[in-house]
């Protein structure tokens, strides 16, 4: 009966122990910008596609990393937020993609990720996202209709925040889940991850707010976020939307599903800017949008 109640204590201990853990540890499980995260392995020239190396302040005062791949003049622009791992270095494969849709390609890093300055936060990804927005269109003149948002994994959360306040042309999600406690409780059930977060990253509560034509794209084979996340997510997206389904394991769409994906994607490019009537896409969405931005940046840096 003693050794009963000194094992189970031990393994009450060893539970405790786990839960502190991952309360503590949640950042660093969240956020992986590889180990040699200031030094990038390769640059859009590698793969034979000029860019812009830009520097973007933040609000805050945080320097972002970022590249600009031109397609040409008067031709939309992709703003791309990536998931929670590596830095732009590892998103090449996307950058020729999206290049090769013909569209100009804005892609930059997180702070505390790759050259970018500062340590990640939820807060702080959401400054980034709205920083890099505010660049296109207060330094290199697009309007909000021009501005596509591709968020990918942990970027979805991201660029669907975003869009609810800036309601893009359109906006793009792959790979996302509902919101991270949703994720974690998928693969911890065995702790009470719901109450530990710290993090919410919702994407299905933003997507609520947006109006923009949105496209869900997502793998049946996804090994990290189940495709029922992304079927949420989809169901309750405000604007006209489309769903993409695609092959492969998590954020490997592009290998795996070949032209699906590409096709997919070049039909909905299409579809939202050229099809959708004026009364569903941004470019007729309310000026308060950005009002409500400019509001929320200046609150959060004074």
Sequence with gaps: MALAALLLLVLAGLYGAILFYVYARQARLLYQPQASHRTLSATPGAIGLGYEDLRIRAPDGVTLHAWLVPAGPG????????????????????????????????????RGYGQSTGRPSEDGTYRDAEAVWRYLVEERGYARHEIILFGRSLGGAIAAHLAQDVQPAALILEAAFSSLPDIAAHHFWYLPVRYLARFRYSTLDYIRSVDAPTLVIHSSEDDVVPIEQGRKIYDQAKGPKRFLLILGPHTEGIQASGTRYTEGLRRFLSWALEEVPAGGRTGAAPARADARLRARIIGESE
């Design 75 to 110: 031709r939309p622009v992709v703003l791309f937020c990536h998931g929670n791992a590596g830095n732009i270095a590892d998103r090449l494969d996307t950058v020729r993609l999206l290049h090769g849709l013909n569209v100009n390609v804005l892609i930059f890093d997180y």
